[in-house]
């Protein structure tokens, strides 16, 4: 009963570096998505796809780019980060059997200095 | 007027006190509805979805007003462990993508 993993848990990365915050779920879920969350703030929805090989923005999708290339998988890469990016990321999962409730993934723990 | 609005709170509340949220929403044509648990730095969990009949879950009842257009959650004999944060949140009818958040109502059960 893994659920949805993301990896890696915590990070701390240079202005200007790169990374991939992998997420993957093995409850066969079509949906996933991609949040961030600011101290204080509510989720913001940054990608999120409804199959593989769909993609699309949502509210935040600057500075970040995602693939899904299989029903598991979807990493989401940054690219030259930036302070502003220092957030909780968590990645999410739904199916319309579940009727859409979501499953998160434990988060992962940005910051960017 | 905001999409998803919640009283931030803190709700502070005795042990085997009965507390109730509220949560309203700006789009009458949202379909469903969840309220979700936060435990502090951790990730969001479904609590329950709320239907239109209302439901109970245990210590949890979840109504629907889709008159007055807000939803709400009702905890009785609350327990240390129900000290969270509980979000509330609306998916607009016909898009499977469009789930809207809203910030939370902080709760504190004390001893």
């Known amino acids: 009963n893994a659920g949805v993993t993301q990896t890696p848990k915590f990070r701390i990365l240079k202005i200007g570096q790169s990374m991939t915050l992998q997420c993957a779920q093995d409850?066969?879920?079509?949906?996933m998505y991609w949040y961030r969350q600011d101290p204080g703030m509510g989720l913001k929805l940054i990608y999120y796809?409804?199959?593989?090989?769909?993609?699309d923005k949502g509210e935040v999708p600057n500075g970040y780019n995602v693939s899904r290339s299989t029903t598991e998988d979807f990493p989401l890469r940054l690219e030259l980060a930036a302070p502003s990016q220092t957030s909780v990321y968590f990645c999410?999962?739904?199916?319309?059997?579940?009727?859409?409730?979501?499953?998160f993934g434990s988060g992962t723990r940005l910051t960017v200095v | 007027r905001k999409e998803v609005e919640q009283d931030p709170g803190p709700f502070n509340v005795p042990e085997g006190a009965t507390v109730a949220f509220n949560c309203t929403y700006s789009n009458s044509a949202s379909q469903s509805f969840f309220w979700y648990r936060q435990d502090c730095r951790k990730e969001p969990k479904l609590l329950m979805s709320?239907?239109?009949?209302?439901n109970e879950d245990g210590r949890f009842t979840a109504q629907l007003n889709r008159a007055s257009q807000y939803i709400s959650l009702l905890i009785r004999d609350s327990k240390l462990s129900d000290s969270a944060t509980y979000l509330c949140?609306?998916?607009?009818?016909?898009?499977?993508?469009?789930?809207?958040w809203g910030l939370g109502t902080s709760l504190a059960v004390n001893p």
């Open positions: 999410a999962s739904s199916s319309r059997e579940a009727n859409y409730g979501y499953t």
């Open positions: 949140v609306v998916k607009w009818a016909g898009n499977n993508r469009k789930l809207i």
């Open positions: 409850m066969n879920h079509n949906y």
């Open positions: 709320v239907y239109s009949s209302g």
């Open positions: 796809s409804v199959g593989a090989g769909i993609t």
